[in-house]
């Protein structure tokens, strides 16, 4: 099992619509997890961190279920510039346990 | 101005070149990273430094080296150069102060024919 793994995409969703993407990892022992945003041929930027069950910051909901190993994020009343590829990060297995791995990616098209 | 800046931004080489990518950031962070970005592969780690005197090879160093010339500059170098380096690289940094937020440098597009 790869250590992250995303939900392939892409999304093609109608502005307005509620979307939810799933991510799972291998590395049980993970405490802290996070969504980046990364727009086409830029840099990946913090969306959410995820430290407890989950994380809320306005439209956007992050949920955890350490049972499972998988984080969501659910994204409501979709806009047009929620157009990006999202990522999953979660601790390496590293011996430090202070790298982080990245999932392949989620890519979202909101259309008007 | 940015508080991680790459340069340069583009560049095309020959095979067998060598190359140096370099990183600087403003945020007085410690830790410092360097990724290649592939279609479809998400961001692999190169090179990761805790600090000054600190080096570590991530998942894909074979190829690359690194230099920390100071807490503010992390630099890679393709010894090399060969096509299957052609990638984007990120320059990250981040504190580990209870956050573990990276912050990703503009990203150098390198070619390599």
């Known amino acids: 099992r790869k250590e992250v793994e995303q939900d392939p995409g892409p999304f093609n969703v109608p502005e307005g619509a509620t979307v939810a993407f799933n991510c799972t990892y291998s590395?049980?022992?993970?405490?802290?997890f996070f969504w980046y945003r990364q727009d086409c041929r830029k840099e990946p930027k913090l969306l959410m961190s995820?430290?407890?069950s989950g994380n809320e910051d306005g439209r956007f909901t992050a949920q955890l279920n350490r049972a499972s190993q998988y984080i969501s994020l659910l994204i409501r009343d979709s806009k047009l510039s929620d157009s990006a590829t999202y990522l999953c990060?979660?601790?390496?297995?590293?011996?430090?346990?202070?790298?982080?791995?990245f999932g392949p990616g989620t890519r979202l098209s909101v259309l008007p | 101005d940015a508080d991680v800046t790459q340069t340069p931004r583009n560049r095309i080489t020959k095979t067998g070149k060598r190359i140096m990518l370099e990183c600087s950031q403003t945020?007085?962070?410690?830790?410092m990273y360097w990724y290649r970005q592939d279609p479809g592969l998400g961001l692999r780690l190169i090179y990761y430094?805790?600090?000054?005197?600190?080096?570590n090879k991530g998942e894909i160093s074979d190829g690359y080296s690194v230099s920390r010339q100071a807490q503010a500059k992390f630099s890679l170098s393709l010894e090399s150069a060969i096509p299957n380096q052609t990638a984007l690289y990120f320059c990250?940094?981040?504190?580990?102060?209870?956050?573990?937020?990276?912050?990703f440098g503009p990203g150098t597009r390198l070619t390599v024919l």
């Open positions: 990250a940094t981040s504190d580990f102060l209870g956050t573990d937020t990276q912050y």
């Open positions: 590395n049980s022992a993970s405490q802290s």
């Open positions: 995820v430290y407890s």
């Open positions: 990060v979660v601790p390496a297995r590293d011996n430090y346990g202070q790298n982080f791995v």
């Open positions: 945020k007085g962070h410690d830790r």
């Open positions: 430094s805790f600090d000054v005197k600190d080096i």
